[in-house]
Structure formats: C-alpha cells, structure tokens
C-alpha cells in the first residue's frame, strides 16, 4: 500500500488521512538530503511527531516543496494541511504509516 499519514488522537482515533501516491517519493529525498525528522520516516512502520516537533517538520516539508515536481508539492501541500489540525488541537499527532 505504501506510506500514508494521518492525525491521529493519544487514544489512536485516526481523524483525518492523506494517502497522496508521492509520500513515499518525498521521505525518500528528504532521506537523501539528511533531513533529521522527515528523513528519519521509517517506511515499515509507524513514525510519530507531536506538536512540538512540527516545528521542524513543517520547515523540512516546505523546503522539499520548493523545488519539488508539482505532484510531490501536492503531497506536500496535503500534509501540511493535516500539521494545521495537529497544531489546532491537543493531544494529537502526526503519523507517517508504513506498510
């Protein structure tokens, strides 16, 4: 199935899911640009960031959005739009679902 991300809530109610096909794609390059949060995003497995770590991720994801393909941005854009709720609301987290 490959990557997806959601929000998720500390009892594990997932609220909202991107399933964008280019998630995979974007961990990969911010792999390949050492990115320390994105590119840590364990493709087999959960990978979960709190609201205090969306202070990194989100500049990590609008960097990569900058100068990638237009559907990578889109993926971007997506994720960004879930960081908004994560940010929003307590106890919630962002969650990078591996296979």
């Given at each position: 199935m490959g990557l997806s991300v959601q929000v998720r809530t500390f009892t594990g109610v997932v609220e909202a899911t991107c399933v964008h096909p280019s998630i995979a794609d974007l961990c990969e390059r911010a792999a390949s640009r050492g990115l320390p949060l994105l590119g840590y995003v364990d493709p087999y497995d959960d990978?979960?960031?709190?609201r205090s770590q969306l202070r990194v991720l989100i500049p990590e994801l609008r960097a990569l959005?900058?100068?990638?393909?237009?559907?990578?941005?889109?993926?971007?854009?997506?994720i960004l739009a879930l960081t908004v709720q994560v940010e929003r609301e307590a106890h919630r987290?962002?969650?990078?679902n591996g296979d």
């Open positions: 990978t979960v960031f709190n959005a900058d100068d990638s393909a237009a559907v990578e941005a889109e993926a971007v854009h997506e987290y962002l969650v990078f």
